[in-house]
């Protein structure tokens, strides 16, 4: 009776042993999987980590080696025309005569008109696409527009200003009794406010989008308009990525060559006022860059280009101020 008792035991112990392993076996299966899979989680995220700072790191040794060769390119015009190069109102290649200050002038007479022409505009399809009309046919046909402006070639917005935009502006200078040359600051400024709509309005337009709704549902539970509601609340909310849309479009202002230099004049002379022809820097460069025969003269214009550099990073610090200074309001 005992052994029997013993055997019966001892198969039952067999049976529960059996049953254990055979639930161990796939737990440990699974552990492994999942330990396996994390490792590979873990090595994936650290190959993602090292390309993303190997790729800013390329980009930072790429803006320095843009500066560094400029620099470089550059000593020739510095050591002999000095800093007077900056202020020298002449421009003669043929008697050896470098001053940029008439392109310096033009550069920014040009984007910071071409600016203030195309805020108002840029901040009106950016509120009516973000606010009044977010979805819908309409919405998406002035979007796709919008966007259309932006992928067009600036040398046909060249052509199109020498054909079209020309013979307006002179037909209002004439109006107004300035000479009617039609070229000048003021048609160029003209295209380049069309040409950088875009970048302010797509960026505004999708600031304006995340603005909490409840933010705007508290507002409108008050009693406020919808004019009230944008100008106390969406506004006040998306102000640094407004500001930020403005900085990009004056950034693509300033170094815009093909389209300014089509229908500015091209002339070396200090502008007299926003309808007389005059220069930028980039389209100095262009014009002039394969002309360039002589070591200060190519130096000259490539001293042209750090200029324009320094400008351009310049005014991106005071913007990132700016916008610092308004986030932290």
Do not use: C
Not at 138 to 148: R, Y
Not at 313 to 323: D, E, P, Y
Request: charged share 15%; glycine share 8%; net charge positive.
């Amino acid at each position: 009776m005992k052994t029997t008792i013993d055997e019966s035991l001892s198969a039952r112990s067999n049976d529960t042993l059996r049953a254990l392993n055979s639930i161990k076996a796939p737990s440990l299966s699974k552990t492994k999987q999942r330990l396996k899979r994390s490792y590979r989680q873990i090595r994936t995220e650290n190959v993602f980590r090292r390309t993303l700072t190997i790729m800013g790191l390329a980009m930072i040794v790429l803006v320095l080696g843009i500066m560094l060769t400029l620099i470089v390119q550059s000593i020739p015009s510095i050591k002999a025309l000095g800093f007077s190069y900056l202020w020298g109102k002449t421009w003669d290649p043929v008697r050896d005569i470098y001053g940029a200050y008439p392109f310096l002038l033009g550069t920014l007479l040009t984007s910071f008109l071409a600016l203030a022409i195309s805020v108002p505009f840029s901040f009106s399809v950016a509120i009516f696409l973000g606010e009044y009309h977010p979805k819908g046919w309409l919405s998406n046909f002035l979007k796709n527009t919008v966007e259309l402006i932006a992928a067009v070639p600036s040398v046909i917005y060249g052509f199109w200003g020498i054909a079209v935009l020309v013979p307006i502006v002179r037909s209002f200078e004439t109006k107004i009794g300035v000479a009617p040359v039609g070229i000048g600051i003021f048609t160029s400024s003209l295209i380049l406010a069309v040409m950088i709509i875009p970048y302010a309005a797509s960026l505004g337009r999708s600031m304006i989008q995340m603005v909490p709704s409840h933010l705007k549902e508290g507002a409108y539970s008050l009693g406020a308009t919808r004019w009230e509601v944008i100008r106390s609340v969406v506004l006040p909310y998306t102000k640094s990525g407004l500001f930020a849309g403005v900085l990009l479009s004056l950034g693509r202002a300033l170094g815009e060559t093909m389209a300014v230099t089509m229908v500015i004049g091209n002339t070396s002379l200090i502008p007299k006022n926003i309808f007389s022809p005059g220069n930028t820097m980039a389209s100095v460069i262009a014009n002039e860059f394969t002309e360039a025969d002589r070591t200060v003269y190519l130096s000259a214009l490539i001293e042209l280009g750090l200029v324009l550099f320094l400008v351009t990073v310049v005014i991106n610090m005071i913007g990132k101020r700016i916008i610092s200074r308004f986030t932290n309001d």
